[in-house]
């Protein structure tokens, strides 16, 4: 059955830690991982990865696959209080997005 | 920019009844998807289209029906709601394969 495990469930962090969410998968089909942002209502796309070892950037995130070892991890630098939310992760098998639990969040100040 | 419209925000229901959810795109995508979201379980997918005309099922399909009669409107109906159908639902739509999903606001759906 093919399935996408996230670690940790949830953390707490201080404002200005840098954070690091992983993503491993079993899936048959593999074509693309994908990591979504959600804050209060709809998930909001943030990275797509196909390729192992190229880093995706985006300002203060980061993310990177190995389709060896069959996981992503998706770094935040100097967090905020506005990066609280869920992230998640799916992984892209034939045409459907395979979602896992998330990890919840919480950047104190 | 409108995207992805979901319709209602959030909704009261009593057993037995019907539902229909809507969901509207205007990015002319050709996918178009219906999650489920439940507190540890993530989001599971219930149905998909791929193109206007055509449905599949997901993980979770039992107790519901898509229909996918043109390219921009996706609606899910629950024939006869039970309460195990509480969740909060999510519609997506996607260019295709190898492109992102990109999803409304959701629907909250309590059944009592």
């Known amino acids: 059955e093919d399935k996408v495990v996230q670690s940790p469930l949830s953390l707490v962090v201080h404002e200005g830690d840098t954070v690091t969410l992983n993503c491993s998968y079993e899936?048959?089909?593999?074509?693309?991982l994908l990591w979504y942002k959600q804050e209060k209502k709809a998930p909001t796309f943030l990275f797509m990865l196909?390729?192992?070892?190229i880093e995706k950037k985006s300002g203060r995130l980061s993310s990177i696959l190995d389709k060896k070892e069959l996981f992503s991890i998706l770094n935040i630098t100097a967090t905020q209080t506005g990066d609280s939310a869920i992230y998640l992760c799916?992984?892209?098998?034939?045409?459907?997005?395979?979602f896992g639990a998330g990890t919840i969040l919480r950047v104190k100040s | 920019t409108a995207g992805i419209t979901q319709a209602p925000t959030s909704q009261i229901l009593a057993a037995g009844r019907s539902m229909t959810l809507r969901c509207t795109q205007d990015?002319?995508?050709?996918?178009m998807y219906w999650y489920r979201q439940d507190l540890g379980l993530g989001l599971r997918l219930i149905h998909y289209?791929?193109?206007?005309?055509?449905?599949g099922k997901g993980e979770v399909p039992d107790g519901y029906s898509v229909s996918r009669a043109n390219t921009d409107d996706f609606p899910l109906t629950l024939a006869s709601a039970v309460p195990s159908q509480t969740s909060v639902y999510f519609c997506?739509?996607?260019?295709?394969?190898?492109?992102?999903?990109?999803f409304g606001d959701g629907t909250r759906l309590s059944i009592l």
């Open positions: 997506a739509s996607s260019a295709g394969l190898n492109q992102p999903q990109h």
């Open positions: 899936v048959t089909n593999f074509r693309s």
């Open positions: 196909t390729s192992s070892g």
């Open positions: 799916a992984v892209e098998e034939g045409n459907k997005l395979v």
């Open positions: 990015m002319r995508h050709n996918a």
């Open positions: 289209s791929n193109t206007a005309g055509t449905t």
